[in-house]
Every structure is written in C-alpha cells, then in structure tokens.
RNA sequence: GACCCCAUAGCUCAGUUGGAUAGAGCAACUGCCUUCUAAGCAGUAGGUCGUUGGUUCGAGUCCAACUGGGGUCGCCA
C-alpha cells in the first residue's frame, strides 16, 4: 500500500466519523510548489455535508490526520485546500529500500500478452521522419508493456506487394541498366527509392504529353502506358509469373537489407515477421463466415459489404465484385491469424492518424463477428511530422530521410562535444559510440516527448537542440553522476538514522517515489511522453541538489552517505526512463 | 456536404479523473566555474489558454455554436 493509499483510507474515515458520510472516493493531489506540504486534499465537494466553511472543514479533518500520527506530521489550510506534510521517515524508507534496486519501476508480471504492431513499411521507398516516429513510438510502447508486466511481442507487417512496388520494378527494368547496391554503392532502400521517383517522373511526363495532345487530364492519368503497364505486372504478379516474382525478390531483397540497417541504428527491433503477399488473401473466409452470421450483406453485383450505420458510420466495402480483397479484408484475415498464433489479450495498431476511420471499422467488425479478443485491440493514432513547408511527400521528395537525420545528428553530437572538450583521453571507438549516443538521444527524446496523438513540426533548417528539454540533458545528469560516484571513497554507503532533508533532497525523493505510477500511467495513456516529461523533471530535480548542495565534501558521513544514494538511486531511474524511451545513456560525455 | 482530430508565450511543447497566482525549453537579457561535469543552476521579461455562450463553489480542462488548421469519406495500402 502506498502512502497516498494510506492518505485516502484515514480522511476517508475521518470524514465518515465527523459527517456521517462515506466518499466514493478520496481524490489526492500533488501540492502546488508554492505552498507547504506534499499532498493536498481540496475539501470544496464536502462542504454540503460538513455544513461548515472551507477553512473550517479543512482544518478539522487535518487535525485528526495529524493525531494519526502517520505519516502526516503536518499540515496548513489555504481557503479550501488542506496541504499535507508527509514524514520524512517515508522518504527515508524509500532511499534505503530502493536506492540499489536498478528493477525499480517495474511492475510485477501479469499473465497478459500483448502484441504491438509497429513500423509497417512499404518495400518502395527508403523510411523517413514520419517512419522514425512510427518505430520510435513502437519500439518505446513495447518496452513500456514490458516495464508494465506483459508479455510483448514486436510484430512487424510489411507491405511488400501491390502497384507501388510495382512501380519501383517497371522503373527499374526500363531506366535501370541492370544497377545493384553493389554496382553503384547505394543502400537497397535508396536504389529502389530512386526508380519509385523515376516511375513517378516518366509517368507525369506521359500524361501531360497526352494532355497536350487533347487527352482529359482524368482519362491520360488513367491510360498512361506506363501505368497500364504497371498494372499489367501487378498481374503477372498475382499470377505468379516467374519473371516478375523474381524481381520482386530481388529488389524487395536489397530493400530489406537496407531497413535492417536503419533499424538496427535506430534500435529498434521485432519479434515476428508478417508479409503482406502471404496475408493479402487471408480473410476472405472470414468474409463467407460473416456472410453466414449475417454480419455482412451481398449487393448484386456480388461485392461484399458492412452496415455500420447504426453505429454512426457508413457502408464499407469488405470484398470486391471479383472476389477479391481490399486492405479491410486482410486486416481481418491478419487479426485472426495473430490472435492463433499468439493468444494475446492485446493488440497495438501503431498507425498514423489518417487511419482512424479504418481501425474503427476494423475494430467494431471483429466485434461483431463475435470475436472476444476485440476487446482488446487498440489504434495507438500518431499525428504525422510536418515541415514548415507542409506534409513531406516521397514522390515529391520533400521528405526527411531517416538514414541522413541520423547521420546529421551523429555530426551535430560530435561538433558539441569536440567543442565543449571534455572528452580527452576517451578510446576512438568510445568516441564514436557517444556521439552516436548523443545524437539518437537527441532524436529520439524530440520526437516521444510530445504527445503521440498530435502532429508535430520538423523544422530542418533548425537544428534539433542539446541543450534544455533534451535527451542530452537527461544523458548529461546520467553521466554527471556517474561521475561523481566513481569519486566517491570506498564505503561510503554507511547507514544511519534519517535527518531533515533539504527541500531540495526532498524534491528529488518525492519524484522518485512517484516513478512507478508514471510507468503505470505510460501504460494506461499508451503515451511514452508521460516517461520522457518525467525524466525531465527527475533531472531538474537532481541538478538543483547538486547545484545547492556538497555530494562528495558533506563532512556529515550519513548526511553524505544518504546524498550520494541520492544521486545513485536518481541515475538508476534515469536509466530505466531512457531505456523505456530506447535510449542508450552514456558514462561520460 | 458528412464525420474525426487539433488550436496554450515570438518558436517548439507540458498542463493528471475540473482545483490555488496557467508551466518548461528555445530565442532575448542578468548573475554563478582556481571546489564533486556550466550539455548545468539561479533570475528578468514574455499569456484575453482561437471566439462567443453555457454547466458550477471553481473551466486551459466538460457541453454547444462559430472561426482557423489537418485528416477521412465503397473497390490505394
């Protein structure tokens, strides 16, 4: 039970025996900055039973909690708040029970499992910022399930079929002249980014030639030979013609070697692996069995469609005329097959906002085919990086490519630290380690400590900042006191009774204590910002212990010993928030 | 046209289930390194929380309308 578990159950009871009136429930909160205290109970809601003035109420119900005895020691009442002075004794008990404990935060096990679903690509174009959000906030929600007690499993479902790869392979054959990644040293994403433009580029000039020639722009889109062409191959494809399937491996092939790469720099990694040509005709039987339970309806033409109108939503299309199947038709095909192979209680979409619409339609399908684990599917929905410019696009190449962001901010981390010059000594391949340390701490902390949910802007003429709200900075507070316990004189960690703490000791203690309900909160929000917002504040927290107080000089060896555990049970913690973030941190920067 | 999301300081963002005088960082300005890492700390300045109503002891937070921005809307994924 924790203290405000404690908290709540006295002034509960407090209030029955002085009003005669049970709360439904008793509503702490962390008291203002300004005033004294630690929790503050606003009394305004009991008034009408206790038939007194705010001041009154309050003080009437803060005297019995401090006749208690504990763990309130004190309190003050400002209009209707009545601010609560905790014990030092429970922070204490908190810094000697928990300061080693490098677990501290995680929640014991639960037998959940849960599966996240994250990344996504499409095998045509290389990742970029709005790919590094997708991953990152993948990647840090799984750990953050983790950290919570499930068991995850990172699930990645690429979209390695359809018209867009094939537009990559047409553009290839035609433009191409037999180029590898070997032959002209670019990375497998890139190559086959490159020929996705070109296709874009030829195809553009055919119709407006076409135009020019007194085509309609609609009909010339629809009829560029290259296009038809296109379209052509898609079913070849389908077909299984052993020409085009060998390309697709091929060129797929150098894509994937190319993602691997970012992946693994970005640090992100997955469990399983779907493709998208061995689920994009899953489903179907799924369709004739909701057909059967009446879930869905058969218009003449033969295509297959859902009424969601009672819900507030429309008519949605499940199966084509020809019989074939759309992108709601393997999500339901897919869903079905994850849930044979795993069990999980949960399932986490990690897809763009521009989805929503899908994933509800999704969702209330798999409820009505009675599915129970519908329950527990969830459309983790991010909003999209902007420019200043406006939406980054592939085709138009306004996009921010991830394997450039990172190289830009390893060079970034590497300037600052050569400039602040506080790395003598340090081995080259330590060197480099910290600056690409720096520079993902740097990116990643920028992108997960706004909250998912909104968009967000990415100015590139900016440069992501070091300084202030930053990864770096929480690194920094790491490695500041890493260094100062590798000071410190063997033994140091001597026992003793506890003292009055510093106000800011206290602050720092206060915030540690309240790490595990951050991780719980994460969890419930779905939200790694509430982890990232929080290590921020753990780090303010520290620094203004050291900036105020003595660590290794505090002549009072408990007093020392007590600070110094301080600032180790604060760098486990900063450690274990990096990690849920996918952040490395550094010994020394 | 219908539906969904968003609007807080010059900029980028926080703001717990409605609570006290709305907070950080960046940019600007002022202090603090011959003492544990100054990628830090302390401070100054900067706000009609898009607008107008409503709900109540109390609204940035909830409701309605409006304005502005983004997104989606039967055969792209």
Not at 9 to 32: C, D, F
Not at 236 to 263: C, P, Q
């Amino acid at each position: 039970m924790n203290i405000e578990q404690v908290l709540s159950a006295q002034i509960s009871e407090i209030v029955t025996s002085l009003y005669g009136e049970k709360l439904p429930e008793v509503r702490l909160e962390k008291t203002n900055k300004d005033f004294e205290g630690d929790f503050t109970y606003v009394v305004f809601p009991l008034l009408r039973v206790s038939r007194k003035n705010p001041q009154d109420t309050a003080n009437e119900i803060g005297e019995k909690l401090k006749a208690v005895g504990h763990p309130v020691v004190a309190y003050n009442v400002v209009k209707g708040f009545l601010n609560l002075s905790i014990s030092n004794s429970v922070w204490d008990d908190l810094l000697q029970t928990q300061w080693n404990n490098p677990e501290y935060g995680n929640q014991p096990a639960i037998q959940e499992k849960v599966m996240v679903e994250y990344s996504s690509p499409n095998t045509n174009k290389p990742l970029h910022l709005g790919h590094v959000r997708n991953n990152l906030l993948g990647f840090s929600i799984a750990e953050i399930m983790k950290a919570n007690g499930y068991e995850v499993i990172k699930a990645n479902l690429i979209n390695d079929r359809g018209i867009h790869i094939c537009k990559s392979m047409l553009a290839w054959q035609r433009f191409g002249n037999g180029e590898t990644p070997d032959s002209s040293g670019l990375k497998g994403d890139k190559l086959v980014g490159k020929y996705y433009v070109a296709f874009d580029k030829a195809y553009k000039a055919e119709v407006e030639a076409m135009v020019a020639a007194g085509m309609g722009k609609e009909d010339a889109e629809n009829k560029a030979p290259i296009l038809l062409e296109t379209q052509e191959m898609l079913r070849r494809w389908e077909a299984g013609d052993e020409v085009v399937l060998s390309l697709w491996r091929t060129m797929n092939g150098w894509v994937y070697k190319g993602f691997e790469h970012t992946y693994h720099r970005l640090g992100v990694d997955f469990d399983k692996y779907y493709y998208e040509s061995n689920t994009y005709t899953l489903g179907k039987d799924i369709i004739v069995e909701g057909l059967g339970k009446g879930v869905f309806y058969r218009k003449e033409d033969q295509s297959v469609w859902i009424d969601l109108t009672a819900e507030g939503l429309d008519h949605k299309l499940v199966l084509r005329k020809d019989g074939t199947s759309v992108y709601i038709t393997q999500d339901i095909g897919t869903a079905d097959q994850k849930y044979s192979e795993y069990h999980t209680n949960r399932s986490i979409y990690v897809v763009g906002n521009e989805q929503d619409y899908h994933f509800k339609v999704l969702f209330l399908i798999m409820q009505k085919l009675g599915r129970a684990y519908a329950q527990g599917m969830y459309h983790l929905s991010y909003g999209m990086v902007d420019l200043p410019s406006g939406k980054m696009k592939s085709r138009e190449g306004t996009v921010v490519d991830a394997d450039d962001l990172l190289d830009e901010m390893h060079e970034t981390a590497k300037a600052k630290t050569i400039e602040l010059g506080k790395t003598e000594g340090m081995q080259e391949t330590d060197l480099q380690q910290l600056y690409e340390r720096l520079g993902l701490a740097a990116l990643k902390f920028f992108i997960l400590k706004v909250d998912p949910r909104k968009r967000m802007l990415f100015n590139p003429q900016e440069s992501i900042d070091f300084q202030g709200d930053t990864g770096p900075f929480v690194l920094y507070t790491y490695a500041r006191i890493r260094s100062v316990l590798k000071q410190a004189p063997e033994g140091w960690e001597v026992d003793g009774i506890s003292h009055e703490l510093h106000n800011t000791e206290r602050e720092n203690l206060e915030l540690l204590y309240r790490y595990p309900e951050v991780i719980r909160q994460a969890c419930r929000d779905y939200n790694p910002a509430d982890i990232a917002q929080y290590s921020l504040d753990l780090a303010k927290a520290f620094n203004r212990v050291y900036n105020e107080l003595s660590l290794l000089k505090e002549t009072d060896p408990v007093r020392k010993a007590n600070r110094l555990k301080i600032a180790h049970f604060t760098a486990n913690t900063l450690r274990h928030a990096c990690s849920l973030l996918g952040i490395a941190v550094v010994e020394r920067m």
